[in-house]
């Protein structure tokens, strides 16, 4: 039924405007059957929004959507899917405790008389679609006792439920393995074999190159061009999409470090890390580098308080301190941008001021008030000394874009005068732009003679803002590096658990 | 439609729904009732509204701190019953009018005694407040009666009961109160470092964890507030009774929520304010008077009041979706 000259999806000219924002202006774009079209641009450049005029979530106010040759209208997301158009969702929307196969037939649960639920039927088709997609699993499993992976298998088959003409996949593999990422490219393949058209959003360029045919870039709510896979590269791409070709280099800052400002010794959580021992200067970046559940986020937990130590030593600035709660921790001048920012780091509702004075308030005082002349003072030196955008200080923290949340947060620090400074995976789910901004930013904080600690499981990241790196496996510091004579190979055995000659 | 975005006072309205609202039963009322429209039927709504609204008031911290306090009908019958049982103790009889000193603050301390337990346990426990304080609305209305013996006590002393006659200029005394207490706990919420930890907790508890900010002690203090509020409110209503019942109080703790919720704060906490929890309490007293006066049965204020706290809160949802995030791209 898909005409392969024909395109599977058109979009044309497509313009949505909120009050104040032209989320998009005029933005073209189309999906052939059995192509995979890779949608990119940094957060903010209107790919959700686009993505949510596809699956009838929001209207157009001007421009057309064609379908096999047809304009068409769709009002709600039912109506798309209708229309073979599905949005496989970067969040996983399924009922945790019900079954898979209720899950793909969630609302459209095939019936017998008086209402009744055909569980036969549901199964046999559920699993019919399960085999399709070579999955591992029977149909009625309960959803919460699958892996992320399947889950995420479960979400893509109730995509195929209706005969799809295009699936948008938006963000697959933010939560997957390696391993399970080669499941779903596989799929991703199946489906184009099947003339299915492909919509494929991700930050991951390496991803984008290995699976796609065609590059759509959007920057600033604007269609910037389509590049064909084979016949570009990532800095074409890189530059179309920021408008300025990336920093990919390695730190090569001078070194000119201070004493010694954090001195961790033996310090060990049984379960989590076992005799970690390091320490960092006065403007020397540190970075914590390994995989996911190396142990390194609780290492920066236990520093903040968070988490009791078993044993070992904590000395800031040559003393002892004993730290039991982030209150102890803020009080020695230790800070942390925390991994998670928008559950651990700010209070979303309240004020971009409010949350970044959040630890101090109670020292800008002016009799039982709070001074907003004071709040407002900080506020305003720390936005301009990040360059943090937001239209003013009354602006809700959850509005924000993640590079600018992710200053605020920062800044909330920095305006501590922290002796210190942790920063768990600074740039996670920050646009490209804005990455080497606070790449920058955390270069420029070492040279005004901050102690920094960067924990990050990007190598790209680690080497370019660190002046030692420290490599940890399983809940041990496998190696340290200085910047200079580490290589990447180096590196990844460290972070593998491969002993190498010289580590040992 | 942008109009609507650009005048001030329309912007306004759009994020107090309930002021639109206070403003169209007033209006309302005015041109309906020959009654309505006059100094001292506004007296008695600031008078009427006093009760519910100093609980309110509590109510409203208590909520954008995350949590909910349903023990207020309870704490405000118990406070009650003390003021007026305790300044006709025997210890008391040669004190003449100053006899009501003790009575009144002891039972203010019992209010806050109420609202320390509260949120000692919500504190201690980590149990949702919710719950705890479901308990402590069926144990301190069981201690009322206890008390109380199922008995109403009443006022002796009559200087007692003359109190809710008293004016201060043009406004009664009650009204006073409740308006000093409304800039009080405004002041608090808005201006104090108090009050914003308190939308910091509520808003997001990690967060605020992570920020150095002691979580338990925040809640305790906003507890003792509402217990403190609650038995004022009290009190003020045995004064103008004369009397205090031990049924004092039933249902007011839903009045209250109702109140507050269609002032805009959420029940999820770190959302709201005081001058929204003063519209809520003023919808609610323009509207049980002007149905009063029009002698519409009191049950039909029930019908009203909760179709308009269902399209309030439509009406917010509609309005302020954008701004509450809907807007990212």
Sequence with gaps: MNDPREPALRLQGIVKTFPGVRALDGVDFEVMPGEVHALLGENGAGKSTLMKVLAGMYQPDEGQIIIAGQPVRMTTPIEAKAQGVVLIHQELSLVPEMSAAENIYLGELPRRSLGRVDWKTLEERSNAILTRLKCKFRAEVTVAHLSIANQQMVEIARALTVDARVVVFDEPTASLTDAEKVVLFDIINDLKAQGVGIVYISHRMDEIFTLSDRITVLRDGAYRGTLTTAETNEDEVTRLMIGRSLDLSRNEAPRDFGKTMLEVQKLTCPGLFEDVSFSVRAGEVVGFYGLVGAGRTEIAETLFGLRVPDSGEIRIDGEPVAISSPRDAIAHGISLVPENRKEQGLVLQMTCRDNMTLPQVQNLTTGPFVSQSAELAIFDQYRDKLAIKTPSWRQSAGVLSGGNQQKIVIGKWLSMQPRVLIVDEPTRGIDVGSKSEIHQLLRDLAAQGYAVIVISSEMPEVLRVSDRIVAMYHGRIMREFTIDEVTEDSLVQAISGIKTTEAA | ?329
């Design chain 2, 1 to 329: 439609m942008a109009y609507f975005y650009q005048n001030p006072a329309l912007r306004w309205l759009m994020r107090n729904p309930i002021w639109g609202f206070v403003l169209i039963v007033f209006i309302f009322f005015s041109l309906a009732s020959d009654h309505f429209f006059d100094a001292r039927n506004f007296q008695n709504i600031l008078v009427q509204t006093s009760t519910i609204g100093l609980i309110a008031l509590g109510m409203t911290l208590v909520m954008i701190n995350g949590n909910i306090d349903l023990s207020v009908g309870a704490t405000l019958a118990l406070a009650a019953a003390f003021a007026v049982d305790v300044q006709s103790w025997a210890m008391f009889t040669t004190w003449g009018n100053w006899q009501i000193l003790p009575a009144v603050c002891l039972a203010l301390l019992v209010g806050i005694a109420m609202g320390a337990i509260n949120g000692f346990i919500v504190w201690k426990t980590g149990v949702d407040a919710f719950i705890v304080t479901l308990g402590a609305m069926l144990g301190i209305r069981g201690l009322v009666f206890v008390y109380t013996g199922e008995q109403s006590f009443y006022a002796m002393n009559f200087a007692y009961s003359d109190f809710s006659a008293l004016s201060v200029g043009p406004l009664p005394v009650l009204a006073v109160i409740f308006l000093l207490c409304v800039l009080a706990v405004h002041w608090l919420l808005s201006r104090t470092v108090h009050g914003r930890n308190t939308y910091a907790v509520g808003g997001n508890r990690e967060a605020a964890v992570n920020a150095g900010i002691r979580v338990g002690p925040h809640m305790m203090i906003n507890f003792m507030i509402i217990g403190f509020l609650a038995a004022l409110s009290g009190v003020l209503l045995s004064t103008q009774m004369g009397a205090a019942t031990p049924n004092l109080g039933r249902d007011y703790e839903l009045w209250v929520i109702t109140a507050v919720v269609l002032g805009g704060t959420k029940l999820t906490g770190g959302k709201g304010d005081i001058i929204g929890t003063l519209g809520g309490v003023l919808a609610i007293g323009i509207l049980r008077n002007g149905m009063n006066l029009m002698q519409v049965p009191a049950f039909y204020v029930y019908v009203i009041l909760g179709s308009i706290l269902i399209a309030v809160l439509f009406l917010d949802k509609r309005f302020n979706a954008s701004t509450d995030g809907g807007l990212r791209l």
